[in-house]
């Protein structure tokens, strides 16, 4: 019997008891439009790998122009700034939402070298799961979700392992929201503060200090949401004062938090 076909744009878990805690979900899309979509993407501490069988989503960069790109199919690290998402006609795909230290084990690939533009998923992928993208393109929904729990395993079992270091370092940003200083976390791994910055942008594709930032700045987002004062956000969240979160947040988003606030592009707090 045929699986049920996925919504237009739906959140599939991972059946796979090994990809838990490294794979947070499958994004499956489809879209048919004839005027542009436009949405915000928000800084936001995952890797992603997307899929791409229609016409191409653009992003745009508020904050450097340079990052602006147009493609079919992407592989992101960690998002440290905003860009805006953009799309029009027949879209479809699929996206891959990772812990950034579940893509390091399940691609092999240091996630520095992710930083690339227009680096393509197919550059990941080993010689003998190129078919991967043709096979996701042939099938929907769940039968794409179907496809990646039987693959993924078996590029897990190639991978590399992550330091234990860098797992309790990725664990205390989050507990702490961000609010903790490299200094304290280098000296929780007994290793200095270079060597855990070189190992981490290995592990992570970014420094621990950006990776507290996008935390910070998540948590001040979820409280701004939620219509907390903007001064009790910026104390909440760890910023010295309204001006500093202010800075912060134009510096990240390309808008103020009230700029952001008046507009009426789409947006969503991210959870992590």
């Known amino acids: 019997m045929p699986a049920p076909a996925a919504a237009p744009n739906s959140r599939l878990v991972s059946r796979s008891p090994v990809l838990r805690g490294l794979v947070h979900h499958y994004s499956s899309f489809s879209y048919r439009r004839t005027k542009p979509v436009r949405r915000l993407i928000t800084p936001n501490t995952v890797a992603t790998v997307s ?18 790109r147009t ?20 879209v ?16 092999g690939v240091p996630m520095h070298e992710w930083d690339r533009s227009h680096l393509s998923p197919a550059d990941l992928l080993p010689h003998q799961f190129r078919h991967l993208p043709e096979q996701l393109e042939a099938a929907d929904g769940a039968a794409q979700a179907r496809i990646l729990n039987e693959t993924l395993p078996r590029l897990l079992g190639r991978g590399p392992f992550v ?6 370092a990725w664990s205390e940003l989050h507990r702490t929201r961000g609010r903790i ?9 007994h290793w200095s503060v270079r060597h855990l910055e070189r190992r981490f942008r290995e592990h992570v594709g ?3 200090a950006a990776i507290a930032a996008v935390l910070r700045l998540n948590h001040a987002m979820r409280l701004q949401d939620r219509g907390v004062p903007l001064a009790k956000v910026a104390q909440l969240a760890g ?15 390309g808008l103020t938090p009230t700029q952001l606030s008046a507009d009426r592009l789409d947006w969503t707090p991210q959870s992590a």
């Open 51 to 68: 899929f791409g069988f229609g016409s191409p989503i653009s992003t745009d960069s508020l904050v450097d122009p340079a990052l602006s």
């Open 71 to 90: 493609c079919l199919s992407r592989a992101d690290l960690p998002a440290t700034t905003a860009v805006t998402g953009r799309h029009c006609g027949r």
């Open 92 to 107: 479809r795909g699929i996206t891959l939402v990772m812990n950034p230290l579940g893509a390091y084990r399940l691609f």
């Open 163 to 168: 330091a234990p270091e860098i797992v309790w």
């Open 181 to 189: 200083r490299v200094k304290e976390l280098a000296a929780g791994t």
């Open 206 to 208: 970014r420094s621990p």
């Open 239 to 253: 910023y010295h004062d309204q001006a500093h979160y202010n800075h912060a947040f134009k510096a990240a988003i």
